[in-house]
C-alpha cells in the first residue's frame, strides 16, 4: 500500500448504527487530519492529530469521535448520526513542520 | 474569521489555452498557500505549492502569489480536457488549512 488509504469506500448506516472509519498513511508523516465534504461547500476541517495527540477539534458533534492510536492509523468512530451527515469524509496525512497534505480516496457515508 | 474564496465558475476554455484560476484569502497570518485538483468522485490532489511572493512554475502549471493583495492565482498553460476538475485553493494556518469551495474548470477539445 502506498500514500493514504482508507477503508470502507462506501458506507451506509441507519441512525441507530456505530460504526467506524478507518485512514492509514504510509507516508512517514506525523500529523493526520479527518475533513467532511459536503455537495458544494469547502473542505470542513474536523480533527487533527499531531505526534498522535488531538489538537484541534472544530466543534465537531460528540456522536463523532476520533481516535489516533499511532502515527500511522487514524479512526474515526460514528455513533447516532443524522442524515445532515451523509457526505464524503476525508482523511489527510502531512508533516507536521510542512503543511502539504495528502489525501485518502474518503468515504462516501450514506445515513438513512 | 479566516475565509479563502474562490470563483465557483464553471471556467470554461479552449484545449491549448491558459487557464487562470484566482483566489483571495482574508487573514494575513496564512504562510502558505496549496493548490488542489479534485475530479467528480475523487479526493483533492495536491498539484501546486507556494510560500513566497511571486511566481512558481511546475510544469504546465504555475502559482502566483501577493501577499500585499492578499491574492493566489494558478495558470494552467496548453490547457488539456483532462485538465477538467474542480481546483480548490487552500491557505495554510499552523496546521490548519482553510479551504475555498472550488472552482469548476471545463477544457472543451
Known amino acids: 500500500e502506498t500514500g493514504v488509504t482508507q477503508t470502507p469506500r462506501h458506507l451506509v448506516m441507519g441512525m441507530t448504527n456505530k460504526k467506524s472509519l478507518k485512514c492509514e498513511q504510509h507516508?512517514?508523516?506525523?500529523?493526520m487530519y479527518w475533513y467532511k465534504q459536503s455537495a458544494k461547500k469547502p473542505l470542513e476541517l474536523m480533527f487533527v492529530?499531531?505526534?498522535?495527540?488531538?489538537?484541534e477539534n472544530n466543534s465537531v458533534p460528540s456522536r463523532f469521535s476520533p481516535e489516533c492510536p499511532n502515527s500511522s492509523h487514524l479512526f474515526l468512530h460514528l455513533h447516532t448520526l443524522q442524515p445532515e451527515d451523509s457526505a464524503l469524509y476525508l482523511c489527510?496525512?502531512?508533516?507536521?513542520?510542512?503543511?502539504?497534505?495528502?489525501f485518502g480516496p474518503g468515504t462516501r457515508l450514506t445515513v438513512l | 474569521q479566516k475565509e479563502v474564496e474562490q470563483n465557483s465558475g464553471p471556467l470554461s476554455v479552449p484545449e491549448g489555452a491558459i487557464a487562470s484560476l484566482n483566489c483571495t484569502y482574508s487573514?494575513?497570518?496564512?504562510?502558505?498557500f496549496f493548490w488542489y485538483r479534485q475530479y467528480s468522485g475523487k479526493s483533492p490532489e495536491l498539484i501546486m505549492f507556494?510560500?513566497?511572493?511571486g511566481d512558481k512554475e511546475d510544469g504546465r502549471f504555475t502559482a502566483q502569489l501577493n501577499k500585499a493583495s492578499q491574492y493566489v492565482s494558478l495558470l494552467i498553460r496548453d490547457s488539456q480536457p483532462s485538465d477538467s476538475a474542480t481546483y480548490l485553493c487552500?491557505?495554510?494556518?499552523?496546521?490548519?488549512?482553510?479551504f475555498g469551495a472550488g472552482t469548476i474548470l471545463r477544457v472543451k477539445s
Open positions: 489527510a496525512s502531512s508533516t507536521f513542520k510542512y503543511n502539504e497534505q495528502f
Open positions: 507516508l512517514g508523516h506525523n500529523a
Open positions: 492529530y499531531s505526534l498522535e495527540e488531538r489538537v
Open positions: 487573514d494575513r497570518g496564512s504562510q502558505s
Open positions: 507556494i510560500y513566497s511572493n
Open positions: 487552500a491557505a495554510g494556518y499552523g496546521n490548519k488549512l482553510v
